[in-house]
């Protein structure tokens, strides 16, 4: 048997066998990272702990084919360990420049997927982006987002997976299980409490720690359990007055201590600022050093030869200037014996170690050419599953395939789909659809080449459809009063390092949907958006559908959800407010500037606490444009004979019924509250229900989203008593209500979740 067989044998084991031989296996697995551990010599273990931007390098050649890739260390073929890779992959693999090498699928966003409600789809989507890193060379994936959307203005919104614990945890979890089953590692992220772009280097986040282990910390609870990545990325700001990097409370007392996590910490690019304080809060590996702030840190001083060319040096040193880097400062290399004892380098390289061997990832890579048919097929399952139809007034969806005339406005449909931008970044199969200047992309906008209005042509090849640009008010007018109905695309872009300053999309937008909607009673907007946007022209409008930023398939997958061939069955993963002003900060922070030296930090009580997006709506009583858990469909679901049983664990049972000619999807959602708990989302499940039939659907009770986290004892509590269940088809929605007695639970975090 091959060393990699018995790798991934290993790595398979952790996860799928039984507790005993879970035992055995992980008892096996310490044996092999103590053994590897002997062996290495300071040198090594200093490469493992620091890893690298190889364009910062004096020489990137010595990456080989990784100098683009976001982070590299070197390999140790003596020891088996492979040369460590990284590659951003929230939407599909990263591309740092515009070059047909990099050239990768483009997923849906994963608020896009999440709104699949759909754990099955997510690990599919997991195992396909992780199938194409492994395939251009990478083992370390950095990706999933289990941030919560605390504010819909956030830039990153797109990149994680809505705004409720359970949903965003049980999600993320199924995306790192699908992406490890390629032996790579998985990276959840960015732990914790990262919420907002604006001054993310500076703010102190402020949360009763009650409500952060009932809310966000829940989440990543929750993901860490089911999809047991093997790294975790803590993150740029700071909590409870200390930076996430160098957090003990974050990383030793809850991480560690509390949930048993045997993997390893890697830092955020340029969240290092100091070696002493974050090495004794349990961080095992500093990425991207060359951007760091830290004394003795990578780049500036990690290994005792630093790779950093005195070019490099000066760029670095200019950017920082302009303030187009974080970092304050750029430190000589300096010798690290004298900042970490040996014991404590080899204790940070362990969980590095155990990450990379349970996974599978030190394993020698074969590259070969990404599947790009496979790709596709899951970007546009993703992408069918996660679009919303958020209204449908007069049945003005599906649009009949003998309709006589369609006028396409807007939103660049003649030429593809918008995407969000940052770090996750993906160059698609086909290039940019909308190129732009210069070969670097991570700050540009990059359009899917997935035109909607190509595929509505092919759909329905006997109507006359017609495309006009948006810039011109006029023609779009004329050319939606000679239609018989109106498809309008919005598109609107969003990226990591800066916030939405508003909800509103721009007034020529805004203005471009009121003058066609006068022209044409029968429009459906179709919007590109990271998420939340106000609708001042909602009444005026038959329509709306929730595109998100949907992927290489995005045009496909519009065009099917307009006409029928798809039955829609996306749900929100997060609330739409009416305005900015019922948001629990109706502004956005707003961060001092930054100064020499250390940065000026300053201070966000989150004062809703554990009351995150419905939550919140729902206690301070406030409307919403459309609710968490929202979403329509061409068939119609009803539900009755609701029951719940208490023998075991708590069980919701309903019959679904389709009273509809179509097949369709329906997300049965479950909520309870009591005992002073406010609404909470305590289960779902995704269903498909032919037409004119009925399903039984049973829905356990997830007791931890309701129970109480105490500090004294480090354990959620479920208050006994009675609570109260609800069947809804939305967080807003009545449904169908019962009674349950909940004995006094208490739950460790640590207990096996069901898959």
Not at 653 to 662: C, I, Y
Request: aromatic letters at 8%.
């Amino acid at each position: 048997m091959s060393s990699r067989l018995k790798a991934g044998l290993l790595a398979t084991a952790l996860c799928a066998l039984p507790l005993s031989s879970y035992a055995e296996a992980r008892s096996a697995l310490d044996a092999r990272v103590d053994a590897a551990l002997a062996k290495l010599g300071r040198a090594q273990l200093e490469a493992l702990i620091v890893t690298h931007i190889p364009e910062l390098m004096q020489d990137p050649a010595a990456a080989g084919d990784a100098q683009h890739s976001a982070a590299w260390s070197p390999a140790m073929p003596e020891h088996g360990i492979a040369a460590i890779t990284e590659t951003d992959g929230t939407i599909g693999v990263g591309a740092r420049i515009q070059d047909t090498r990099y050239e990768s699928t483009a997923y849906p966003a994963a608020l896009a997927s999440a709104a699949s409600w759909n754990p099955a789809l997510l690990e599919a989507l997991g195992r396909s982006v992780g199938r194409d890193a492994r395939d251009r060379g990478f083992n370390i994936l950095l990706s999933g987002g289990t941030n919560l959307t605390r504010d819909p203005r956030g830039g990153r919104n797109f990149e994680y997976f809505g705004e409720d614990p359970l949903l965003v945890g049980r999600l993320a979890g199924f995306y790192a299980k699908g992406a490890q089953s390629n032996h790579i590692v998985a990276t959840i992220k960015h732990f914790a409490l990262n919420d907002y772009e604006t001054g993310r280097t500076q703010y102190d986040v402020s949360i009763p720690r009650d409500a952060a282990m009932e809310s966000d910390l829940l989440a990543f609870n929750i993901a860490l359990r089911i999809g047991k990545p093997g790294a975790v990325m803590c993150a740029y700001n700071m909590v409870w007055g200390s930076y996430s990097c160098e957090s003990k409370p974050l990383l030793n007392d809850i991480l560690r201590r509390q949930w048993h996590y045997p993997g390893y910490v890697m830092s955020d690019w340029g969240a290092v600022h100091s070696t002493k304080n974050s090495v004794e809060a349990g961080l095992n590996q500093e990425s991207g050093a060359e951007i760091d702030t830290a004394i003795g840190l990578g780049g500036t001083g990690m290994l005792q030869d630093s790779p950093v060319s005195a070019e490099a040096t000066k760029r670095i040193a200019a950017a920082i200037k302009d303030g187009t880097l974080f970092a304050q400062a750029f430190y000589a290399p300096k010798q690290l014996d004298s900042v970490v004892s040996d014991d404590a380098l080899r204790a940070m390289a362990r969980p590095i170690l155990y990450g990379l061997f349970s996974t599978g990832a030190e394993q020698p890579i074969e590259k070969k050419p990404v599947d790009q048919a496979a790709g596709y097929k899951t970007a546009l399952e993703a992408a069918q599953q996660g679009i919303v139809l958020l209204r449908n007034e007069q049945s003005a969806l599906p649009l009949s395939k003998t309709i006589k005339s369609i006028a396409v406005i807007g939103g660049h449909a003649d030429k593809g789909v918008i995407s969000g931008g940052g770090s996750p970044t993906v160059l698609p199969f086909g290039g940019n659809a909308i190129p732009q200047k210069g070969t670097e992309i991570m700050s540009q906008q990059v359009w899917d080449p997935s035109p909607p209005l190509t595929f509505m042509r092919r759909l329905a090849p006997q109507a006359a459809i017609s495309f006009t640009e948006e810039t011109d008010l006029k023609q779009a007018a004329q050319a939606a009063k000679k239609a018989d109905a109106v498809v309008l695309f919005i598109a609107q872009w969003s990226t990591e390092g800066r916030d939405r300053a508003t909800l509103a999309l721009t007034e020529a937008q805004n203005r471009l949907i009121a003058t066609v909607a006068r022209a044409n009673p029968n429009v459906t907007v179709v919007l590109e958006t990271e998420g939340p946007v106000l609708m001042p022209w909602l009444g005026q409008v038959r329509a709306v559908v929730q595109a998100w930023y949907p992927g290489i398939a995005g045009g496909e997958a519009i065009a099917q959800i307009l006409f029928g061939d798809v039955n829609p069955s996306g749900h929100l993963p997060i609330s739409f407010p009416l305005s900015a002003n019922d948001l629990p900060r109706p502004a956005l922070p707003v961060a001092p500037p930054l100064t020499e030296g250390r940065p000026a930090t300053f201070r966000i009580a989150y004062d809703e606490g554990a009351d995150v997006g419905y939550r919140w709506f729902a206690r301070t009583d406030k409307k919403m444009q459309f609710p968490f858990g929202h979403g329509l469909s061409y068939a119609h679901f009803t539900y009755d004979h609701f029951v719940v049983t208490t023998e075991h664990t708590p069980l919701a049972k309903v019959t679904v019924r389709n009273e509809s000619d179509r097949d369709g999807s329906d997300v049965v959602q479950l909520y309870a509250e009591g005992q002073g708990i406010g609404r909470r989302l305590v289960g779902w499940q995704r269903v498909i229900v032919s037409a004119h039939q009925s399903r039984d659907v049973t829905i356990p009770v997830d007791l931890q989203t309701v129970a109480r986290f105490s500090e004294g004892d480090n354990r959620w509590h479920v208050t006994p008593g009675s609570y109260q269940l609800r069947i809804a088809h939305s967080a807003k929605d009545e449904g169908l209500t019962s009674a349950v007695l909940l004995k006094n639970t208490t739950i460790t975090g640590t207990e096996p979740l069901p898959e």
